[in-house]
């Protein structure tokens, strides 16, 4: 049987610089491939809850619209016995989810005016690449939006 030296360093206890490079890349490699595994593993447990998560938001949506839709025909109906015309008790109640809904669409407007578009996250990687260009013996060129 043919010895190597490789498998004669290894006996003495001694491993060659060859030899721990190429285990150091073994073991990077298979550590990688256990890190993407374990990722793959994660994504799929995730996406099963959110697939889960997302069809019983649909079902409590659908609930709760049958719900407010009941409660509309309660507030006509109560109207109603209160001596409201029916047909006049079903436009008020029309008329307030109207309301509700225009009440809910300036909400979301005003919030959605406030969003930033990340002009922070913006401003700071251009100073980051403002630095990454500059010149080794000038100060730091800062781009357009630094005051």
């Known amino acids: 049987m043919a010895d190597t030296a490789a498998t004669r360093s290894r006996t003495r206890g001694e491993a060659s610089f060859g030899d721990l490079i190429s285990l150091a890349v073994q073991d990077a490699s298979r550590l990688v491939r256990a890190e993407m595994d374990l990722a793959k593993v994660e994504l799929r447990e995730d996406g099963k809850r959110l697939g889960i998560a997302g069809l019983l938001i649909g079902m409590a949506a659908f609930a709760g619209c049958l719900v407010l ?9 109560g109207l109603n016995t ?14 307030l989810c ?14 959605v005016q406030r969003v930033s578009g990340l002009s922070r ?3 700071t990687v251009q100073e980051d690449l403002a630095l990454l260009r500059r010149d080794d013996d000038g100060p730091a060129r800062l781009t357009a939006g630094t005051g």
């Open 82 to 95: 209160l001596g409201v015309p029916l047909w006049a008790a079903f436009l008020i109640v029309a008329a």
């Open 98 to 111: 109207v309301l509700l809904a225009a009440v809910a669409i300036l909400i979301v407007r005003q919030k």
């Open 121 to 123: 996250t913006r401003q």
């Open 69 to 77: 839709m009941l409660l509309c025909f309660a507030l006509a109906y």
